[in-house]
């Protein structure tokens, strides 16, 4: 069992539609983070939290540490969100546990 | 923000070559860096843990001959691999972590080695 779990594996949606990933973890963490990878494959990380919730732009990250899960929210998605988000973990010293991500394409 | 940069973003090398891949962070430094592997439709995978000033330590199943890495500023980690074989071929991408440990970790945008 891998110590982060993401769902869904693969998402499509139509432009303008509201997109949720989740992300299960079963390791004591740090920090959660959520990284963006485009097909080009350069990644980028877009949100750190170790609590709540946080916002930036059409991006909503939260996260529930006593159930620890997390939610990744799109708002009014775009086709230049299609890419894979990976959820993943730090614990502590320098461990960082990868999810496998969440393949978003978004259709005009 | 944090910034680091990559290089090359693709290389394609004959095998029995060795292959110099840079991550350098530019506006910050970083005593440690990382190096991930990763093949087609899998996560990322930790390969080793770059020092500044000391040697790498290197996840289980990672040949640290192969798979040199130097880490000979806070601001540069290479990472070489030799006598490359096509199985090496693959997207190898670097992480850093600001010092000051707020923006958590920054990607470099990945190398696509491809041994022929």
């Known amino acids: 069992k891998n110590e982060v779990e993401q769902s869904p594996q693969n998402l499509t949606a139509q432009e303008g539609e509201f997109i949720t990933i989740n992300c299960s973890y079963s390791v004591g963490i740090s920090a959660l983070h959520w990284l963006q990878q485009h097909p080009g494959g350069g990644i980028v990380s877009l949100f750190m939290l170790s609590s709540g919730k946080k916002k930036h732009g059409r991006l909503i990250a939260t996260i529930n540490i006593q159930e620890k899960h997390s939610s990744l929210h799109i708002t009014a998605s775009h086709p230049r969100d299609s890419a894979v988000y990976i959820c993943a973990v730090s614990g502590t010293g320098n461990q960082f546990y990868f999810g496998t991500g969440t393949s978003l394409t978004v259709i005009p | 923000g944090a910034v680091v940069s990559q290089h090359p973003s693709r290389v394609i090398c004959k095998s029995g070559t060795s292959v110099k891949i840079e991550c350098r962070s530019l506006d910050f430094q970083a005593t440690t860096m990382f190096w991930y592997r990763q093949f087609p439709k899998k996560s990322l995978m930790l390969m080793a843990t770059s020092n500044e000033g000391s040697k790498a330590t290197y996840e289980q199943g990672v040949e640290k001959d192969k798979f040199l890495i130097n880490h000979a500023s806070l601001t540069l980690s290479t990472l070489t691999v030799t006598s490359a074989h096509p199985e090496d071929s693959s997207f190898y991408i670097c992480?850093?972590?600001?010092?000051?440990?707020?923006?958590?970790?920054?990607f470099g945008s990945g190398t696509r080695l491809t041994v022929v």
């Open positions: 992480s850093a972590r600001d010092v000051r440990g707020k923006r958590g970790y920054t």
